[in-house]
């Protein structure tokens, strides 16, 4: 276990559906936020990383249990903590709470180190990981499988440039804007998300084209977004119907 490092703020309207609730990709760049201030405060920020080792964090898996999602105006609490690393991968919980202390939204998010020009893997520098205190585990924390879709429901979307982050990739949070979105307003105006495991493959290219896929079995769906023939995210979610009594 590693440093624990907590964060209070109020969901702004912006940040708020047609429902109230939070957008899950914006829970996804508060949470990155509130690990990125533990970071600076601790002397390892992105900056730092990337100055003294040209390294940059990505992630390549979520999973996300949603208990209840906050609403509009409502004060949380982001706690989290890098939990462990081994020598390709670091293991980080970001953990939501209401006012009262209760838990709303659980979070696994697997990161590793990649070299900023040459795109690849980099093994787990022990100077960066240090200042967090986690433990060095070798065990490795593997998510579902996820299964190959056979008659999808499609959309294509446009890859902009306000879709890239400094590092010169895709935002994370944007994977899951495309994977909701395809979708449809009908189905997202009456069910939330309860479960959801997210990996990412392979980077989307700026500029270009990515197809976005999903099939539905009653509350359950699997979601593939592809480019240039190639899987770039896959997620499996568990919906809950919205109780609007």
Known sequence: MGLTYQMKTKIPFDMSDINGHIKLPDIILLSLQVSGSQ????????KD????YNLVWIITEYDIDVIRLPRFAEEITIETEALSFNRLFCYRRFTIYDEAGQELIHMMA????????????????????????SDFDKKLIRGPKYESLNEPISKDYHVRFYDLDMNGHVNNSKYLDWIFEVMGAEFLTNHIPKKIN????????????????????????????TSEGDINAQAKITWQKINKD
Request: hydrophobic fraction near 35%.
């Open 198 to 225: 997210l990996k990412y493959v392979k980077e989307v290219r700026p500029g270009g084209m990515i197809t976005s896929s999903y099939e539905l079995n009653q509350l359950e769906s699997n979601h593939q977004v």
């Open 39 to 46: 970071s600076a405060q601790l002397g390892v920020s992105d």
């Open 110 to 133: 697997t990161f590793v180190l990649m070299d900023r020009d040459s795109r690849k893997v980099h093994a787990v520098e022990p100077e960066i990981v240090a200042p967090y205190q």
């Open 49 to 52: 990383i990337l100055e003294r």
